[in-house]
């Protein structure tokens, strides 16, 4: 889980920083990454670069540019996250609704108020994270959670998805280009195209070998060395900003 701090007092954005990490470990969230910006025009940056972000907690009194104008430029380059205002008034909560704010925290944090919110943004990114797909077969559609999904390939234009119970599900003969066939599934952080007929679930994976993958529950698949080579790069590094 990502989260954005963006607050131009350096001190609290280091309070912040802590009550989240004291909160996770609290709740056993082991995977937390936070990123502290005193500066809203950097996270923004960030943003439209490709950096994701699942929560942005935004002071709104901010000198280069408030919370609440961010906020606006955050949704208009398409971020979809959560997005939690601090505040040191009630005045500002009707702003905050310009751009579907979460919710808002009132300065000084109460850190119980702090904690319930988390929960609740906490709990929301986990009905979230549990999408499905609709896979068209010639038996009719079927709904796929994409958590189930270990990865997908292309077999003569057919879209084979290989499942977390060891079953795979045919789709019908596909007349678009493999990428755009799986668009939905590469729109998800944990998905990554590899080599021109291979998308695969970052989360599910354990080991990357030579010639072959290692998913989770002692499953595996053989691909080329060069489809390997490719996943061992971002497979190395969606683990390692996870462990942040």
């Known amino acids: 889980m990502n989260i954005a701090i963006c607050d131009d007092d350096i001190q609290s954005c280091k309070m912040l920083h802590l009550l989240l990490k004291e909160h996770a470990s609290r709740k056993n969230i082991s995977n937390l990454s936070i990123s502290i910006f005193t500066d809203g025009n950097d996270l923004l940056d960030d943003i439209q ?8 907690i935004l002071d709104i009194l901010m000198p280069a540019v408030s919370g609440i104008d961010l906020g606006v430029k955050l949704r208009d380059s398409g971020y979809n996250g959560l997005i939690i205002y601090l505040t040191a008034s009630k005045d500002y909560a009707l702003d905050s609704y310009k751009v ?16 319930s919110t988390l929960d ?9 994270a549990d999408k499905n797909i609709i896979v068209k077969t010639k038996d009719g559609n079927i709904r796929v959670s994409t958590s189930n999904i270990l990865f997908v390939e292309l077999c003569k234009r057919i879209l084979v998805y290989h499942l ?13 280009p493999f990428a755009e066939a799986n668009k939905e599934l590469l729109e998800d952080k944990h998905f990554v195209q590899c080599g021109a007929g291979n ?3 970052l989360s599910q994976v354990t080991m990357v070998c030579n010639d072959e993958i290692i998913f989770k ?20 590094e969606y683990w390692f900003k996870k462990q942040e």
């Open 100 to 115: 579907k704010a979460f919710n808002y925290i009132l300065k000084p944090i109460v850190p119980e108020s702090l904690y």
């Open 120 to 128: 609740d943004a906490f709990a929301n990114l986990s009905v979230k």
């Open 49 to 56: 670069d490709g950096e994701n972000f699942d929560i942005c």
């Open 164 to 176: 977390t119970d060891g079953s795979a599900i045919e789709s019908i003969y596909i007349r678009v």
């Open 217 to 236: 529950d002692n499953l595996s698949a053989f691909f080329s060395k060069k489809v390997c080579n490719e996943l061992r790069t971002v497979w190395t």
């Open 199 to 201: 998308v695969i679930n």
